[in-house]
């Protein structure tokens, strides 16, 4: 693991069927850091994500994490009849944190649609919901899967300062992107 670093991944490589689908993928993230994993549809991106918050093994390479993480994957993880208001009190509860989730979807934009079930929600309010998880604990490492995906304008701007307050503080975030970023960052790896 390199000095300093939250996250380091070295030489990973993994097989689909008797394709490869990377290998050799080398990364580190540091406090403050964000990196940017960029590649066409089926690349292996959400692989590579997946791969760093321990959820699919490995081919070849290592993984180590200096802290926790959350995991932000493209579908939200609501179930059809759980509204955001229960979600975000399901995982505090599960997380042992005592957060005010009322003021929680305030500040995310979802007081109208807090107990809303989330098959009504629209898309964007549904990734609101899973990014306001990063708010229900505090943990150094960010793994993103198209953080962007589905949101408005607003919706773009407050995930663009929950980065950046996150980095500030020495957090470090790896996002999935497919076109524009739509925030800073230090590194891009090509899948």
């Known amino acids: 693991m390199s000095v300093g670093s939250l996250l380091y991944g070295n030489n990973i490589g993994i097989m689909r069927g008797e394709r490869v689908l990377f290998r050799d993928v080398s990364l580190s993230l540091s406090p403050g850091e964000a990196i940017v994993l960029r590649g066409a549809n089926g690349a292996g991106k959400t692989t590579l994500l997946r791969i760093l918050a321990g959820l699919t093994q490995a081919e070849t390479g290592e993984v180590s994490k200096q802290g926790a993480h959350h995991w ?101 975030v790896i996002a999935a992107i497919h076109g524009e970023a739509g925030f800073e960052f230090d590194t891009q790896v090509e899948i």
């Open 72 to 172: 932000i994957a493209h579908r939200e993880g609501l179930k059809p009849h759980e509204t955001p208001a229960d979600h975000l009190r399901l995982w505090a509860r599960a997380w042992g944190q005592t957060v005010e989730v009322r003021q929680l979807l305030a500040d995310m934009g979802l007081s109208k649609p807090a107990d809303v079930p989330a098959k009504y929600l629209s898309a964007g309010q549904r990734r609101r919901t899973a990014l306001a998880r990063l708010r229900l604990e505090d943990r150094p490492i960010w793994l993103l899967d198209e953080p962007f995906t589905a949101l408005d304008a607003d919706g773009k701007s407050l995930l663009q300062a929950m980065i950046s307050n996150h980095r500030t503080q020495g957090g470090g």
